[in-house]
């Protein structure tokens, strides 16, 4: 596993900034940081955390040439081994920037199907995607490989040293380490996870509720015959929802079942734990044994009140927590960081338009919000309660139909946004999936992280915008559009064929155009 902490020094970056002013934002000052500091900043964006999201972000930055640092607490990675899944939409995110070829050996494909409240219905056929499965991958191998990825591009990650304070000017930001080391930078983006120590200090508003139902999870082996824990999981499994054993080979096991009456949830459970809580649902702690990783989880549901205040951002479980009910968690982070990453380098390269950054908060927070409430209905599905149950029946029964089904999968895979762009046809708004082009597929003309213009007329031009889009004429392309706009993440951002609304929405997107 890797654990080096630091590169060498990402290249210097001559360009013109053009950053907001913090003004009187809330937040300015949220933590003990003693004696002002206008020092030129060392870097361009600190990043604290380094996970899945942080570590995507710092990626997207360097592509750029941002010059990036992320702060990671802990001194290594996490060596347990638990098994997470990229989505649909992350799949094609990872396609995007040349990442998938690398990820693929590491995962297993499976079906992208019977997500939503873990309700046993097959994926809809022909999914808008070329990447329409799951991939479930262990989770120290995915945060290796961004990390790796970030690293490669240029990023500095020091292990072993946290934020302990930080204050924003109209400059940059301040940020003092847990050692009393003071560092210097433009921006500073909070990755830090649930219990995010960025967005405590800044003073930012985490409404929700509060767990009430405690799940224990986890990875081991089991005892009993594969085909006797298949039948007796599917009998358990019509009253109990929270409640499964699902194969990953060579003996190892998924294992869910609920925690009521275990320890108290400051302490980690334990193998006796399970094996308790198994007999007690089961009648059989079907013979399991040794553990992978252990752990409980909530059903707490919170959503940061805001993304940004002034000079500092929050991205991932920073700014939103939720139960790991249809797998969401981590993919909606690293999406966030897609967000984010271009638009944050735009505004520190000077060619951002006045309110680019704002549309991070814009169209992440409202995802944010309909997540949150798919893992809330998802949750009351599981109870075993009369009423959540016969809603759970009457669901099963309506996903029978194609339509229903589609719009629950597109929902959980992430491919079924529409940021608000305005009026428009459907798919303005919407990422454009990876079609063929006469230079093979659209998502390999997107890795070095610009916009594209896919032109089938021929006709038209970025002009002054060709240092940060790129154009492709290509009439033989797989679009029913004469023209597309994309920006870096992959949406839609125009659709058209004439060159003055073209101009225009490049002007929206990309800033004015290069002398």
């Given at each position: 596993?890797?654990?080096?902490?630091?590169?060498?020094?990402?290249?210097?970056?001559?360009?013109?900034?053009?950053?907001?002013?913090?003004?009187?934002?809330?937040?300015?000052?949220?933590?003990?940081?003693?004696?002002?500091?206008?020092?030129?900043?060392v870097?361009?964006?600190i990043?604290?955390?380094?996970?899945?999201?942080?570590?995507?972000?710092?990626?997207?930055?360097?592509?750029h040439?941002?010059?990036?640092?992320?702060?990671?607490?802990?001194?290594?990675?996490?060596?347990?081994?638990?098994?997470?899944?990229?989505?649909?939409?992350?799949?094609?995110l990872?396609?995007?920037r040349?990442?998938?070829?690398?990820?693929?050996?590491?995962?297993?494909?499976?079906?992208?199907?019977?997500?939503?409240?873990?309700?046993?219905?097959?994926?809809?056929?022909?999914?808008?995607?070329?990447?329409?499965?799951?991939?479930g991958?262990?989770?120290?191998?995915?945060?290796?490989?961004?990390?790796?990825?970030?690293?490669?591009?240029?990023?500095?990650v020091?292990?072993?040293?946290?934020?302990?304070?930080?204050?924003?000017?109209?400059?940059?930001?301040?940020?003092?380490?847990?050692?009393?080391?003071?560092?210097?930078?433009?921006?500073?983006v909070?990755?830090?996870?649930?219990?995010?120590?960025?967005?405590?200090?800044?003073?930012?508003?985490?409404?929700?509720?509060?767990?009430?139902t405690?799940?224990?999870?986890?990875?081991?082996?089991?005892?009993?015959?594969?085909?006797?824990?298949?039948?007796?999981?599917?009998?358990?499994?019509?009253?109990?929802?929270?409640?499964?054993?699902?194969?990953?080979?060579?003996?190892?096991?998924?294992?869910v079942?609920?925690?009521?009456?275990?320890s108290?949830?400051?302490?980690?459970?334990?193998?006796?734990?399970?094996?308790?809580?198994?007999?007690?649902?089961?009648?059989?702690?079907?013979?399991?044994?040794?553990?992978?990783?252990?752990?409980r989880?909530?059903?707490?549901?919170?959503?940061?009140?805001?993304?940004?205040?002034?000079?500092?951002?929050?991205?991932?479980?920073?700014?939103?927590?939720?139960?790991?009910?249809?797998?969401?968690?981590?993919?909606?982070?690293?999406?966030?960081?897609?967000?984010?990453?271009?638009?944050?380098a735009?505004?520190?390269?000077?060619?951002?338009?006045?309110?680019l950054?704002?549309?991070?908060?814009?169209?992440?927070?409202?995802?944010?919000?309909?997540m949150?409430?798919?893992t809330?209905?998802?949750?009351?599905?599981?109870?075993?309660?009369?009423?959540?149950?016969?809603?759970?029946?009457?669901?099963?029964?309506?996903?029978?139909?194609?339509?229903?089904?589609?719009?629950?999968?597109?929902?959980?895979?992430?491919?079924?946004?529409?940021?608000?762009?305005?009026?428009?046809p459907?798919?303005?708004?919407?990422?454009?999936?990876?079609?063929d082009?006469?230079?093979?597929?659209?998502?390999?003309?997107?890795?070095?992280?610009?916009?594209?213009?896919?032109?089938?007329?021929?006709?038209?031009?970025?002009?002054?915008?060709?240092?940060?889009?790129?154009?492709?004429?290509?009439?033989?392309?797989?679009?029913?559009a004469?023209?597309?706009?994309?920006?870096?993440d992959?949406?839609?951002?125009?659709?058209?064929?004439?060159?003055?609304?073209?101009?225009?929405?490049?002007?929206?997107?990309?800033?004015?155009?290069?002398?």
């Amino acid at each position: 596993m890797h654990s080096q902490q630091v590169t060498a020094e990402p290249p210097s970056n001559d360009r013109v900034e053009r950053d907001s002013p913090v003004g009187d934002a809330p937040g300015v000052l949220r933590s003990p940081v003693s004696g002002a500091d206008h020092t030129p900043p060392v870097f361009d964006v600190i990043i604290a955390g380094c996970g899945p999201t942080g570590a995507m972000l710092a990626a997207e930055l360097r592509l750029h040439d941002v010059r990036v640092l992320v702060l990671e607490k802990e001194t290594e990675p996490v060596s347990f081994v638990r098994i997470v899944g990229l989505h649909i939409r992350s799949l094609e995110l990872m396609a995007m920037r040349g990442l998938l070829d690398r990820i693929l050996p590491h995962g297993r494909q499976r079906p992208a199907g019977g997500f939503f409240a873990a309700i046993p219905k097959p994926a809809p056929k022909g999914l808008d995607s070329a990447y329409a499965y799951l991939l479930g991958i262990p989770q120290p191998v995915i945060v290796h490989l961004l990390e790796e990825h970030a690293i490669g591009l240029g990023a500095q990650v020091r292990r072993g040293r946290a934020v302990a304070g930080f204050e924003q000017d109209d400059e940059g930001v301040t940020v003092e380490l847990s050692d009393g080391e003071r560092l210097r930078s433009r921006y500073l983006v909070g990755c830090d996870g649930a219990r995010s120590t960025v967005r405590k200090l800044l003073g930012v508003g985490f409404p929700g509720e509060p767990s009430r139902t405690d799940t224990l999870m986890g990875e081991m082996k089991a005892g009993m015959p594969q085909e006797e824990i298949a039948a007796k999981v599917a009998e358990i499994g019509e009253t109990h929802r929270r409640f499964w054993l699902r194969p990953f080979g060579e003996g190892v096991y998924s294992v869910v079942v609920p925690a009521a009456g275990v320890s108290d949830r400051a302490e980690p459970p334990t193998l006796e734990d399970f094996k308790q809580q198994l007999r007690t649902v089961a009648g059989t702690d079907f013979g399991v044994h040794s553990p992978r990783w252990l752990s409980r989880f909530g059903d707490a549901t919170r959503l940061a009140e805001r993304y940004r205040v002034g000079r500092v951002l929050l991205a991932g479980d920073a700014a939103h927590i939720h139960p790991p009910i249809g797998g969401q968690g981590l993919n909606l982070g690293v999406q966030d960081a897609f967000n984010l990453g271009w638009k944050l380098a735009a505004q520190l390269r000077g060619w951002a338009p006045d309110t680019l950054l704002d549309t991070y908060q814009a169209e992440r927070h409202p995802v944010a919000e309909d997540m949150l409430d798919n893992t809330r209905a998802q949750m009351e599905l599981l109870s075993t309660e009369p009423g959540p149950q016969a809603v759970r029946r009457l669901l099963t029964e309506l996903m029978d139909s194609d339509e229903v089904n589609r719009r629950l999968i597109e929902k959980i895979t992430a491919i079924g946004i529409r940021y608000d762009f305005g009026e428009g046809p459907d798919l303005l708004g919407r990422r454009l999936r990876d079609i063929d082009v006469k230079q093979g597929r659209l998502y390999g003309l997107l890795h070095r992280g610009r916009g594209l213009l896919l032109d089938r007329t021929e006709r038209l031009t970025v002009g002054g915008w060709s240092d940060r889009v790129d154009y492709l004429a290509d009439p033989t392309a797989a679009l029913d559009a004469p023209c597309v706009l994309l920006r870096p993440d992959g949406h839609v951002a125009w659709i058209g064929d004439d060159q003055q609304d073209l101009d225009d929405h490049l002007s929206r997107w990309f800033g004015k155009p290069a002398d």
